[in-house]
């Protein structure tokens, strides 16, 4: 029923080959690729990762990837590329979509049915203001997804965690809301959501309604769990940066209510990946940690997946 998987960017110091052997000697059947440029110089935590050179895919390289994927009887969940693409900075917005379209293209020639990434926000400007934008940038790419029938699966986390992301984020798709006005300015059936329910946690928002609400939008997974410290939320407030009251753990460590989360995607007969995403600083210290961090989220999601 569902597939699951892992998130390739917590596995940055090793390349494709490598992590999808890891992915079949652990019981995994898929995994999201980061296909990042590879003269990419950004320094966020977990970006700037490449298990995909997508303007590198010739013949020769597709065939390669198809041939370990098919040896490891592992499949690609979604190529992922999770940059600004409406950063006001002159060029990048433009340097950032033109990738999203090589990834997608690249999607279409290995055979992968959906590109997972962020819509982009102009952390200065208010969500109407980012609508107006998006609503110039984005049709252009979902032009390309359509021609190559790939889903755009747009992540729902607000990249709003520390100062140079403030006041409002560097990704507009945060909430129901934002994703109704999404929806109605490009209606396109391949574009929808890779919903990770810990972000609406620490937004105080409720993570079982959108599967229901949104059951025909989910074209990808993440399993991402989160803490809010309640103590520091009290003396803080949610206007403060959200690491200050929260942070992300591993499936089962946090608020999430996953019972409630896979009964849901039951529900809807959701039948895609669910992508375990590692972004808990208590496993970062070495490469032992790391891979605790993936068996241990895998053991305990897979309660719910037979």
Known sequence: MLKLGFNSAIL???GFEHVIRFASSHGFSCVELMCWPSDNSDSRRYAGVTHIDVRSLNDKRISEIKYTLKEANVS???LGYYPNPLDPTPGRSEFYIEHIKEVIRAAHKLDVPVVTTFIGRDPGKSIKENLAIFADVWPSVIKVAEEYQIKVAIENCPMFFTDDEWPGGKNLAISPAVWDRMFEIIPSPLFGLNYDPSHMIWQMMDEIKP??????????????????????????????????YHSPKLPGLGDVNWRGFFAALTDVRYRGPVVIEVEDKAYEGNVTDVTTAILTSRNYVKQFLG
């Open 12 to 14: 940055a110091d090793f």
């Open 211 to 244: 599967i229901y609400n949104y059951k025909d939008r989910l074209h990808h997974i993440h399993l991402k769990d989160v803490k809010v410290y309640r103590d520091k939320l009290d003396r803080v407030g949610i206007m403060a940066n959200p690491l200050e």
């Open 76 to 78: 690609i969940s979604a």
